[in-house]
T-cell receptor, first 110, second 117 residues
Protein backbone atom coordinates (compact mmCIF):
# COMPACT_ATOMS: atom_id res chain seq x y z
CA UNK A 1 0.00 0.00 0.00
CA UNK A 2 1.36 3.44 -0.91
CA UNK A 3 2.14 5.75 1.99
CA UNK A 4 -0.05 8.62 0.85
CA UNK A 5 -2.78 8.23 -1.73
CA UNK A 6 -4.94 10.86 -3.35
CA UNK A 7 -7.84 11.07 -5.78
CA UNK A 8 -6.23 10.55 -9.18
CA UNK A 9 -8.00 13.44 -10.89
CA UNK A 10 -7.92 15.51 -12.94
CA UNK A 11 -10.84 17.54 -11.72
CA UNK A 12 -12.28 19.93 -14.30
CA UNK A 13 -14.84 22.25 -12.70
CA UNK A 14 -16.53 25.50 -13.69
CA UNK A 15 -15.80 28.73 -11.88
CA UNK A 16 -17.82 29.02 -8.71
CA UNK A 17 -18.06 25.27 -8.17
CA UNK A 18 -17.26 23.49 -4.92
CA UNK A 19 -14.70 20.73 -5.19
CA UNK A 20 -13.41 18.23 -2.64
CA UNK A 21 -10.16 16.30 -2.60
CA UNK A 22 -9.48 13.20 -0.55
CA UNK A 23 -6.27 11.76 0.80
CA UNK A 24 -5.45 8.67 2.85
CA UNK A 25 -2.22 7.81 4.61
CA UNK A 26 -0.89 4.50 5.82
CA UNK A 27 1.39 5.38 8.74
CA UNK A 28 -0.67 5.67 11.92
CA UNK A 29 2.30 7.39 13.64
CA UNK A 30 1.93 10.42 11.40
CA UNK A 31 1.80 13.65 13.38
CA UNK A 32 1.49 16.56 10.98
CA UNK A 33 -0.66 16.97 7.94
CA UNK A 34 -0.66 19.54 5.20
CA UNK A 35 -2.10 20.54 1.88
CA UNK A 36 0.35 22.07 -0.55
CA UNK A 37 -0.36 23.62 -3.90
CA UNK A 38 1.97 23.21 -6.87
CA UNK A 39 1.74 25.19 -10.07
CA UNK A 40 3.27 23.75 -13.23
CA UNK A 41 7.08 23.56 -12.99
CA UNK A 42 7.08 25.48 -9.70
CA UNK A 43 7.87 24.50 -6.14
CA UNK A 44 5.17 23.23 -3.80
CA UNK A 45 3.77 25.97 -1.60
CA UNK A 46 1.94 25.51 1.67
CA UNK A 47 -1.80 25.98 1.32
CA UNK A 48 -2.71 25.04 4.85
CA UNK A 49 -1.82 22.82 7.74
CA UNK A 50 -4.51 20.38 8.79
CA UNK A 51 -5.57 20.05 12.42
CA UNK A 52 -7.63 17.41 14.16
CA UNK A 53 -10.39 19.87 14.85
CA UNK A 54 -10.58 20.84 11.20
CA UNK A 55 -9.65 24.28 10.00
CA UNK A 56 -10.81 26.84 7.53
CA UNK A 57 -8.99 29.57 5.64
CA UNK A 58 -11.31 31.64 3.51
CA UNK A 59 -12.71 29.41 0.78
CA UNK A 60 -10.61 26.45 1.87
CA UNK A 61 -11.58 23.93 4.54
CA UNK A 62 -9.41 21.02 5.65
CA UNK A 63 -10.50 18.05 7.73
CA UNK A 64 -8.51 15.30 9.41
CA UNK A 65 -9.85 11.96 10.58
CA UNK A 66 -7.08 10.18 12.47
CA UNK A 67 -9.13 7.05 13.10
CA UNK A 68 -9.71 6.56 9.38
CA UNK A 69 -6.32 8.05 8.41
CA UNK A 70 -8.08 10.35 6.04
CA UNK A 71 -7.57 14.00 5.10
CA UNK A 72 -9.79 16.16 2.95
CA UNK A 73 -9.69 19.58 1.33
CA UNK A 74 -12.79 21.47 0.28
CA UNK A 75 -12.58 24.46 -2.04
CA UNK A 76 -15.68 26.62 -2.30
CA UNK A 77 -16.46 29.16 -5.01
CA UNK A 78 -13.57 28.01 -7.23
CA UNK A 79 -11.56 30.67 -9.01
CA UNK A 80 -9.56 30.34 -12.20
CA UNK A 81 -6.46 30.97 -10.09
CA UNK A 82 -7.18 27.82 -8.07
CA UNK A 83 -6.07 25.74 -11.05
CA UNK A 84 -3.05 23.78 -9.82
CA UNK A 85 -2.03 20.40 -8.45
CA UNK A 86 -2.95 19.86 -4.80
CA UNK A 87 -0.55 17.76 -2.78
CA UNK A 88 -1.40 15.94 0.42
CA UNK A 89 1.63 15.79 2.71
CA UNK A 90 2.19 13.82 5.89
CA UNK A 91 5.01 14.00 8.44
CA UNK A 92 5.91 11.72 11.36
CA UNK A 93 7.87 14.30 13.33
CA UNK A 94 10.68 16.81 13.39
CA UNK A 95 13.52 15.91 11.11
CA UNK A 96 11.55 13.10 9.58
CA UNK A 97 10.61 12.68 5.99
CA UNK A 98 7.61 14.62 4.72
CA UNK A 99 5.78 12.15 2.51
CA UNK A 100 3.99 13.53 -0.51
CA UNK A 101 0.97 12.11 -2.23
CA UNK A 102 0.94 11.99 -6.03
CA UNK A 103 -1.24 15.08 -6.22
CA UNK A 104 -4.64 15.83 -7.66
CA UNK A 105 -4.79 18.21 -10.57
CA UNK A 106 -7.55 20.81 -10.59
CA UNK A 107 -8.56 22.85 -13.62
CA UNK A 108 -11.12 25.58 -13.03
CA UNK A 109 -12.78 26.49 -16.29
CA UNK A 110 -14.35 29.85 -17.22
CA UNK B 1 9.28 36.97 3.92
CA UNK B 2 12.24 34.60 4.51
CA UNK B 3 12.90 32.24 1.64
CA UNK B 4 14.98 29.27 0.59
CA UNK B 5 17.23 30.11 -2.34
CA UNK B 6 18.66 27.62 -4.81
CA UNK B 7 21.29 27.81 -7.51
CA UNK B 8 21.54 27.14 -10.36
CA UNK B 9 17.98 27.37 -11.57
CA UNK B 10 18.82 25.10 -14.51
CA UNK B 11 21.86 22.98 -15.23
CA UNK B 12 22.57 20.88 -18.28
CA UNK B 13 25.29 18.27 -17.96
CA UNK B 14 26.69 15.26 -19.75
CA UNK B 15 26.11 11.79 -18.38
CA UNK B 16 28.90 10.80 -16.00
CA UNK B 17 29.70 14.34 -14.91
CA UNK B 18 29.57 15.56 -11.33
CA UNK B 19 26.94 18.12 -10.39
CA UNK B 20 26.63 20.25 -7.27
CA UNK B 21 23.33 21.91 -6.47
CA UNK B 22 23.37 24.66 -3.90
CA UNK B 23 20.82 25.86 -1.40
CA UNK B 24 20.65 28.54 1.25
CA UNK B 25 17.96 27.53 3.75
CA UNK B 26 16.04 30.02 5.86
CA UNK B 27 18.49 31.36 8.42
CA UNK B 28 16.86 30.19 11.67
CA UNK B 29 15.85 26.80 10.33
CA UNK B 30 17.64 23.70 11.55
CA UNK B 31 16.29 20.84 9.43
CA UNK B 32 17.20 20.70 5.77
CA UNK B 33 15.89 18.49 3.01
CA UNK B 34 16.42 17.59 -0.60
CA UNK B 35 13.53 16.33 -2.69
CA UNK B 36 13.35 15.58 -6.38
CA UNK B 37 10.52 15.56 -8.87
CA UNK B 38 10.85 13.87 -12.23
CA UNK B 39 8.69 15.65 -14.80
CA UNK B 40 5.07 14.60 -14.43
CA UNK B 41 5.72 12.51 -11.34
CA UNK B 42 5.38 12.93 -7.60
CA UNK B 43 7.68 14.78 -5.23
CA UNK B 44 10.14 12.22 -3.82
CA UNK B 45 12.18 12.48 -0.63
CA UNK B 46 15.93 12.14 -0.97
CA UNK B 47 17.51 13.11 2.34
CA UNK B 48 17.08 15.10 5.53
CA UNK B 49 19.91 16.74 7.44
CA UNK B 50 20.15 18.00 11.00
CA UNK B 51 23.01 19.02 13.25
CA UNK B 52 25.56 18.46 10.48
CA UNK B 53 24.57 14.93 9.72
CA UNK B 54 22.07 12.97 7.69
CA UNK B 55 19.02 12.12 9.79
CA UNK B 56 17.15 10.10 7.17
CA UNK B 57 17.63 9.09 3.56
CA UNK B 58 15.60 7.27 0.96
CA UNK B 59 16.50 4.37 -1.31
CA UNK B 60 17.04 6.88 -4.10
CA UNK B 61 19.88 8.48 -2.14
CA UNK B 62 22.55 5.94 -3.03
CA UNK B 63 26.34 6.23 -3.03
CA UNK B 64 26.22 8.60 -5.99
CA UNK B 65 24.61 11.25 -3.82
CA UNK B 66 26.07 13.23 -0.96
CA UNK B 67 25.08 16.30 1.03
CA UNK B 68 27.17 18.81 2.84
CA UNK B 69 26.84 21.98 4.85
CA UNK B 70 30.27 23.47 4.17
CA UNK B 71 29.65 26.71 6.05
CA UNK B 72 26.93 28.27 8.16
CA UNK B 73 24.60 29.02 5.31
CA UNK B 74 24.98 26.73 2.30
CA UNK B 75 23.54 23.25 1.99
CA UNK B 76 24.68 21.32 -1.08
CA UNK B 77 23.64 18.19 -2.94
CA UNK B 78 26.32 16.48 -4.99
CA UNK B 79 25.71 13.85 -7.63
CA UNK B 80 29.04 12.21 -8.41
CA UNK B 81 28.40 10.62 -11.78
CA UNK B 82 25.11 11.68 -13.29
CA UNK B 83 22.82 9.27 -15.12
CA UNK B 84 20.09 10.05 -17.61
CA UNK B 85 17.49 9.13 -14.99
CA UNK B 86 18.82 11.83 -12.66
CA UNK B 87 17.14 14.41 -14.87
CA UNK B 88 14.60 16.05 -12.60
CA UNK B 89 13.76 19.13 -10.60
CA UNK B 90 15.62 19.12 -7.31
CA UNK B 91 14.01 21.02 -4.46
CA UNK B 92 15.72 22.10 -1.30
CA UNK B 93 13.52 22.70 1.74
CA UNK B 94 13.88 23.58 5.39
CA UNK B 95 11.87 23.67 8.59
CA UNK B 96 12.38 25.23 11.97
CA UNK B 97 12.27 23.27 15.18
CA UNK B 98 10.84 25.58 17.78
CA UNK B 99 7.97 23.26 18.54
CA UNK B 100 5.60 26.18 18.24
CA UNK B 101 2.37 25.63 16.40
CA UNK B 102 2.97 25.80 12.67
CA UNK B 103 6.75 25.57 13.04
CA UNK B 104 7.11 22.15 11.46
CA UNK B 105 6.20 23.41 8.02
CA UNK B 106 8.31 22.61 5.00
CA UNK B 107 9.36 25.68 2.99
CA UNK B 108 10.72 24.99 -0.48
CA UNK B 109 13.16 26.76 -2.72
CA UNK B 110 12.26 27.40 -6.34
CA UNK B 111 14.18 24.33 -7.44
CA UNK B 112 17.12 23.46 -9.65
CA UNK B 113 16.25 21.76 -12.90
CA UNK B 114 18.87 19.20 -13.86
CA UNK B 115 19.02 17.91 -17.42
CA UNK B 116 21.41 15.03 -18.07
CA UNK B 117 22.26 14.39 -21.72
Amino acid sequence: RKEVEQDPGPFNVPEGATVAFNCTYSNSASQSFFWYRQDCRKEPKLLMSVYSSGNEDGRFTAQLNRASQYISLLIRDSKLSDSATYLCVVNIGYGQNFVFGPGTRLSVLP
Amino acid sequence: EPEVTQTPSHQVTQMGQEVILRCVPISNHLYFYWYRQILGQKVEFLVSFYNNEISEKSEIFDDQFSVERPDGSNFTLKIRSTKLEDSAMYFCASTSSTGASGANVLTFGAGSRLTVL
